[in-house]
């Protein structure tokens, strides 16, 4: 029997730590459906109240850019200088954008 079959499916487990709060990824858990992976996730992870939302995702379904494919996918656009950030003026009351 494999892992997957003693198991069941990889999934990701993010964290909100705090509201307003991006989601972080703590790591991996497995479980048969998505309430076991919660309930995995939520016992591995939150033990000591880490956390106020989770999100689990099943590993399988997480798409990736390789290390190498950075380079001509993350290439900069020098062609289009309006995503330059210095293209536009800020208001003056704006601190930090």
Do not use: C
């Not at 997957?4 to 459906?33: C, R, T």
């Not at 880490?50 to 950075?70: M, Q, R």
Request: zero cysteines.
């Amino acid at each position: 029997m494999s892992n997957m079959e003693n198991q069941g499916p990889l999934w990701e487990v993010f964290i909100q730590s705090k509201a307003g709060q991006p989601f972080k990824h703590a790591g991996s858990v497995h479980g048969y459906d998505k309430e076991m992976a919660i309930e995995n996730a939520r016992d591995v992870y939150t033990r000591r109240g880490e956390g106020i939302a989770l999100w689990v995702v099943p590993s399988s379904e997480i798409v990736a850019v390789s290390a190498s494919e950075s380079n001509s996918f993350f290439e900069p656009a020098d062609d289009k200088i309006y995503r330059h950030p210095t293209f536009y003026t800020l208001p003056e009351g704006v601190k930090q954008m």
